[in-house]
């Protein structure tokens, strides 16, 4: 099967191509998972081309581990106006339910947009994603050190569209270390009891996580984010605001992961003594912050 990798300056203008392209008229709309953020800086990577388009969109609703409650989808599928329908997978996870929703998709016509802005070596190395649908979205400085954002279309052949530089990367080997870190984090994360959950029991063949997610529950997760970046240590919480558009009366789960979640890296840079240190350093941080 062709592909072709089209680059952008950023997954948000790849997909706001993608979408324009696809002509969507006023009465259809796009179908998106209801865990979308925004923050001041950096606006919605996500909702920000819907938006600049105008789109029509309904959300389906995630539980608790992003799972996707597919029943649920498939209403919103079935009823009228759906054209098209974006997965997200989060943190370079695939839900365990995609090949189902790809059929659902597939049969309903539905133009299909994957979302692997922190998936891209789940789909180029794994091979786990990417390719369930019409197209796919890179951002490329998520998980390698590099700008801009890649459209992948597939069933296209390759247009020279100047991803090239992305191959220049040992993807195989940046692959296997991320995989390789999540698992000691999660070891090493082990020792913190309850205090700190993973979102993932597992890291299933294939999964190249963008970033290690986990639950704080009994923390101030703002407070042990300012003090783990104080101390140097790079951790993110994706995401830490909802979009006006997902409200908490409506969407409380994905309210209640936002105010708890936050990302450990586990980026190829890391090692070893690395990921001991951050460890080390939530546990301390942890015994200041708790509520
Ligand atoms: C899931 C997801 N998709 C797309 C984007 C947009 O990526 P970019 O910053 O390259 O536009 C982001 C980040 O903002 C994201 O988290």
Redesign the pocket.
């Known amino acids: 099967m062709g592909r072709s990798f089209q680059m952008f300056e950023?997954?948000?203008?790849a997909?706001r191509a993608e979408l324009a392209r696809a002509h969507l008229a006023p009465t259809e709309c796009i179908l998106l998972p209801a865990y979308i953020g925004w923050s001041p800086r950096?606006g919605s990577?996500?909702f920000d081309p819907i938006a600049a388009l105008g789109l029509r969109f309904e959300f389906y609703p995630l539980d608790l581990k992003l799972r996707i409650d597919v029943p649920a989808l498939e209403r919103a599928i079935e009823r009228e106006g759906a054209r098209a329908l974006l997965l997200?997978h989060?943190f370079g996870r695939v839900d365990e339910s995609c090949d189902c929703i790809a059929a659902l998709a597939r049969d309903a016509g539905l133009l299909l947009i994957e979302?692997c802005?922190?998936a891209m070596l789940s789909d180029l190395v794994g091979g786990v994603c990417g390719r369930l649908g019409d197209a796919a979205?890179y951002?490329l400085?998520?998980m390698l050190p590099e700008a801009g954002?890649v459209l992948v279309r597939n069933g296209v052949e390759d247009d020279g569209g100047g991803a090239n530089r992305i191959w220049r990367h040992d993807l195989g080997a940046i692959a296997r270390r991320r995989r390789q870190n999540a698992l000691r984090l999660a070891e090493l994360l082990g020792g913190l009891g309850g205090e700190v959950e993973p979102l993932w029991d597992d890291l299933p063949e294939g999964v190249v996580p963008q970033t290690w997610p986990v639950r704080l529950r009994y923390a101030d997760r703002n407070a042990v984010y300012r003090e783990m970046n104080a101390a140097g240590y790079g951790v993110v919480s994706?995401y830490h605001t909802m979009i006006a558009a997902l409200p908490r009366s409506r969407f409380p789960e994905a309210h209640e992961l936002s105010r708890t979640i936050l990302n450990l890296p586990i980026h190829q840079d890391v090692d070893e003594r690395g990921l001991a240190a951050i460890a080390r350093m939530l546990e301390a941080v942890l015994t200041v912050c708790r509520v």
């Open positions: 950023s997954a948000r203008a997909f950096e990577g996500v997200i989060y979302d802005a922190h979205l951002s400085h998520k954002g994706l």
